[in-house]
Structure formats: C-alpha cells, structure tokens
C-alpha cells in the first residue's frame, strides 16, 4: 500500500424534512460503498393556532428549523457517545413540501434543419429559460432551487449519454422546483443561527426525492401517482416510470381532517385519534358509532373530491395503473380511502421491506420510511 494512500472521509449530512406542521430532523453518515446510515432523528410540531396568517406559519417554522439544528449540533458535542462521528456537518439538505414549494414538470421539443450538436450547455439553457419563465409568473419572488432530467430523446430515442451527440430532433423531459427567494432565505439563516457553520445548504422537493427514492427500490414501468398527506396539506405527483408527468396540490392534511372531527363531533385530538384508529381496523362499532363512522366517511369524501381535481386533468396516455400512499399518520385511513375512490387503482402503502434496504438506522432513531427515501434520493444525487 502506498505511503501516500489514505482512507476516504465519512460524511455527516443533515436532512431537514420541512412539512406543512412539523419539521424533522435527521443526520445521516455516508462512508464509501455502504449505504446510507441514520444515525439520530428529531421532530418538532407546528402548534396549530386559529384565525392566524401565514405569517405565524413562517415564523414558527424559522424557529422550529433553528431547534433542529440545534438539537443536531447538541447530539454532535456529545463526544464521549458519538466519538466514532465525524466532528462537523458538510451538508444541510432542506426537503421543502407544500406550502413551501412550487414543482412542475415539462417536456420540450425541438426540431433542426440539420444534424446539430446537442451539448449540456444547450440542455441547461432550454431548463433555464423554462424556470425563468416560471418564476415571473407569480407576484412572489421565487427561485430556482432544483431541477430533475428524466429523459433526453434524440431523433425520437431515449439517449442515456447523449452529451455531444448529433440529432435533428430533441425532446427534453424534466421538473422543476421554485420557492419564494426570502422563504429560502429565512430558512438558511435559521440553519445558521443553529451554530452549524461552514456547511453547504441544498434545497430538495419532497415529492421529487420520493419519486427518485421510489425508483430505486421498486420497479415501476407503469404510471403511478403518489399522495403525500402532511400536516394541513396533500401534494401528488403522477410519474410514468422515471418520469415526473404531474405535479399537484389541495389544502386538506391530516390535521385538517381530525380538526374537522373534532369541530364535528365535539370531542378532543386524542379521541378522534383513537376514534380513526379503531375505524382504520374495522373496530368501530357502526351501530353504536353511526355518526363518528359517517362523519370520518364525510370528512374522507372531501379529500378525495380534492385529490380527484388533480387527478382528472391528468393525460389520457398516463392513465395511472396504481397508486401510492406516503402518510406518517393514520395511511391505511388514507389508503383505503384512495382505494374506494379509485376501485381501478391498485393502492398500496410505501413499501417498509424495500425501503429499508436503502438505508441503515441506528437502534436510537426513529425509524421513518420517508428518511430511507430522502437518504438514498440525496445519496444517488450526489453520485451523479
């Protein structure tokens, strides 16, 4: 072995999964030619408050960002634990899902009188040009944070290495994620208020990292769509294999629907909990809990008929064949609600068996199916 030879750094990332009412928190060890290791996880809860703005919905999120970076920054110090560690973090991967991001998918073509050179340069002009457009059409100021090739098809073939090729005929397909520029900024400046400095900062779409995480453990050819439920919101994409076809989003979460039970039926947090718990297992007695059943089926109808303006305008040739459910609370509620919806659509829940063999957890953490995806997502980026 060589004098000169050495062994290759372990890196630390932090991944900061940044929802609609909560924010969670992940540090994940990379070391060469293993998989992705989680080595501790956080949360902390947006307090839901009425006849408040979107103004208090900023401001608690900033806060709760700065917590976790904190929190990650405390569990590192703890040497005499953690000593095994790497002592610095290199790299903060923000996961933005609505209402903190915008995502959309697009398919460009173009045709030449004559055999042309298709370059990177040429690829990465044609998607500036689409976020440019993008991001002037909102009264906000957004910005370009993340963008996704799919698929680049020269004279009609899909080209995996297609720098430097010839072609009269280009089609491009991609995503594209923008958030509002101060939004990014006030959530970098909460990372760095946490006292983690000289770390590099990204910002992901949660949708697009699920989808590129959902690629790499399951092999879907068809299309399908993923329904990620959070806190106040659900977003969904529809996806033909690799390829993001749609992306969407309604203003009903979980929370919404268990503080509409609650207003409903006049009852505490806790009760509808157990309440969807029991309905989720067919053990709530439907004579005795006639209205409790009918009302979660009223409250599910309503989220359906949100999801169904999103799924309706999808194209006929993309007619999905299954369909996804991605919810950290209650999802066989939302997965058998999906299902009855949509009677043609296989639906199922994200796969823990295939996820976890993306990544490790450490015995502490809590062992999330959504950090599995993010970690092996961010991994497969990064070896691009």
Not at 95 to 100: A, E, H, R, T, Y
Not at 118 to 135: C, F, G, K, M, V
Not at 295 to 303: D, E, G, L
Not at 361 to 368: A, G, I, M, V
Request: aromatic share 6%; hydrophobic share 40%.
């Amino acid at each position: 072995m060589s004098l000169l030879s050495h062994k290759p750094k372990d890196v630390l990332n932090l991944i900061i999964d940044i929802q609609s009412s909560v924010i969670r928190g992940a540090l994940i060890l990379n070391k060469k030619d293993q998989l992705p290791h989680i080595v501790w996880t956080t949360d902390v809860v947006i307090p839901y408050r009425a006849d408040t703005g979107s103004a208090y919905l900023v401001d608690m999120t900033v806060k709760a960002i700065e917590t976790v970076g904190q929190l990650a920054n405390t569990f590192l110090r703890d040497t005499k634990t953690h000593a095994e560690l790497p002592k610095n973090i290199s790299r903060a991967h923000c996961v933005l899902s609505s209402p903190w991001i915008f995502s959309q998918a697009r398919t460009i073509s173009q045709q030449f009188e004559k055999d042309t050179k298709i370059s990177r340069a040429h690829i990465s002009e044609i998607i500036q040009t689409e976020r440019d457009s993008l991001s002037k059409s909102g009264d906000d100021k957004m910005i370009g944070i993340e963008e996704k090739i799919f698929d680049v098809r020269l004279n009609g073939y899909s080209i995996s290495i297609w720098d430097g090729r010839t072609a009269q005929s280009l089609e491009i397909s991609f995503a594209v994620s923008l958030a509002s520029k101060n939004i990014i900024q006030l959530f970098t400046q909460a990372i760095k208020k946490a006292n983690i400095h000289g770390l590099k900062i990204d910002f992901h779409s949660s949708l697009l990292l699920q989808h590129i995480g959902i690629s790499s453990s399951l092999s879907i050819n068809e299309p399908y769509i993923l329904a990620h439920i959070h806190g106040e919101l659900t977003d969904i994409v529809v996806a033909d294999g690799q390829t993001c076809i749609l992306f969407g989003s309604h203003p009903v979460g979980i929370r919404t629907i268990i503080r509409q039970l609650m207003i409903t039926l006049n009852t505490s947090e806790s009760a509808i909990d157990s309440m969807i718990g029991l309905y989720e297992t067919n053990q709530l007695d439907p004579l005795h809990g006639s209205q409790d059943v009918q009302s979660i089926q009223n409250a599910m109808a309503s989220w359906i008929e949100n999801c169904n303006k999103i799924i309706s305008v999808i194209p006929v040739k993309y007619k999905p064949i299954r369909a996804i459910i991605s919810s950290r609370r209650h999802e066989t509620l939302f997965k058998n609600s999906f299902s009855a919806g949509y009677p043609n659509l296989k639906t199922e829940l994200l796969p823990s068996d295939e996820i976890y063999k993306l990544a490790t957890f450490d015995q502490q953490t809590e062992k999330l199916r959504l950090t599995g995806l993010y970690s092996a997502a961010i991994n497969s980026l990064e070896n691009i």
